[in-house]
């Protein structure tokens, strides 16, 4: 498999195109055999990675979290903080953005921060709904608009599958209405992965996100295909398990091979590599409130990818550390 290369960003409200959804399905496919791949440099080293989205535009392969971090309330330097978090984002060239009802205060923060930046073209929003109502849904989507202080939404999502079966059809109803771009599904911590694969077989969802990180593979073994196979975009959440895999691997210093090999300088960067060189993943979503670890993470989506016999070295590091 070669790393993905990057491709011309165009509106973010748009969709993934017949032809990278076979550019997808060929990389799984090389992923599968992968014996003797070895990683490409992009044309322009400099240039974000980008991945097609269905219909038309794309997104760049890291994106941005809120759980927690954005969850400060109305305390001002906290808010402040987040304004440069957000700043050095879209900045570095960050696309998406998502959020959820149920981070607190995040939605309302994340909708502060923009309004102080002059709402960036560049942000893809994405947030959820988090009820098992449907009328209650519809209000919840209602304050998110407010909230984010948005008029159209590029991902809507039903969180952790909660009501997913009465929230589906008003969402559907929402994008052919143009109020928003996208609908998703999302799980995380590897649950419900079952119910979540004859969602994703079955209904007309062009997102879902879940957990995925180099400890977290579960996802490999069925979702990441189907989500491939039906030209639906993934997003990884808690790539680094909320800093636990971190801890875990920065006990031992960064291997010399992964700097040579892929362009990754630091455990955080090399982490995020890993994931979003999987050719099912559109990009992963790490979560920061530190406006220098949000630079660092947005160095991931350029340069080198690994390419399979690399990811696979890494997986047997840590197997064996």
């Given at each position: 498999m070669q790393a993905a290369s990057p491709i011309v960003r165009s509106s973010p409200g748009g969709g993934r195109p017949d032809?990278?959804?076979?550019?997808?399905?060929?990389?799984?496919?090389?992923?599968?055999?992968?014996?003797?791949?070895?990683?490409?440099?992009?044309?322009?080293?400099?240039?974000?990675?980008?991945?097609?989205?269905?219909?038309?535009?794309?997104?760049p392969v890291i994106g941005m979290g809120t759980w927690v971090t954005f969850n400060v309330g109305a305390d001002a330097a906290a808010r402040a903080q987040r304004v440069e978090v957000m700043r050095a984002f879209v900045a570095a060239g960050g696309g998406l953005v998502d959020s959820s009802p149920m981070y607190g205060s995040a939605e309302a923060v994340v909708g502060h921060a923009l309004a102080i930046l002059d709402h960036p073209p560049e942000v893809f929003a994405a947030t959820k709904v988090w009820t098992s109502s449907a009328a209650e849904g519809r209000e919840q989507i209602a304050d998110s608009f407010r909230l984010w202080g948005v008029e159209r939404f590029g991902l809507m999502q039903v969180h952790n599958l909660l009501g997913w079966e009465r929230h589906l059809p008003g969402l559907l109803e929402d994008k052919a209405a143009g109020r928003i771009g996208h609908v998703g599904i999302t799980t995380s911590h590897g649950r419900r992965h079952d119910d979540l694969e004859r969602i994703l077989a079955r209904d007309?969802?062009?997102?879902?996100?879940?957990?995925?990180?180099?400890?977290?593979?579960?996802?490999?073994?069925?979702?990441?295909?189907?989500?491939?196979?039906?030209?639906?975009?993934?997003?990884?959440?808690?790539?680094?398990?909320?800093?636990s895999l971190l801890r875990r691997v920065q006990a031992q210093p960064l291997p010399a091979w992964v700097a040579q090999e892929f362009d990754a300088p630091s455990w955080p960067v090399a982490l995020?590599?890993?994931?979003?060189?999987?050719?099912?993943?559109?990009?992963?979503?790490?979560?920061?409130?530190?406006?220098?670890?949000?630079?660092?993470?947005?160095?991931?989506?350029?340069?080198?990818?690994?390419?399979?016999?690399?990811?696979?070295?890494?997986?047997?590091?840590?197997?064996?550390?």
């Open positions: 032809a990278g959804r076979r550019r997808l399905l060929a990389g799984l496919a090389t992923l599968a055999v992968g014996a003797g791949a070895r990683p490409a440099m992009a044309a322009d080293p400099s240039a974000v990675h980008m991945r097609p989205l269905r219909g038309n535009g794309a997104l007309p969802v062009d997102f879902v996100q879940l957990t995925y990180n180099l400890a977290d593979r579960e996802a490999e073994a069925r979702l990441l295909p189907l989500a491939a196979e039906r030209g639906i975009a993934v997003i990884a959440n808690r790539p680094f398990q909320r800093a995020l590599k890993w994931i979003v060189a999987h050719p099912a993943l559109t990009c992963a979503i790490p979560a920061t409130s530190q406006p220098a670890h949000m630079v660092e993470n947005m160095t991931a989506g350029r340069g080198r990818l690994p390419g399979p016999e690399a990811r696979a070295r890494l997986v047997a590091w840590l197997q064996e550390s």
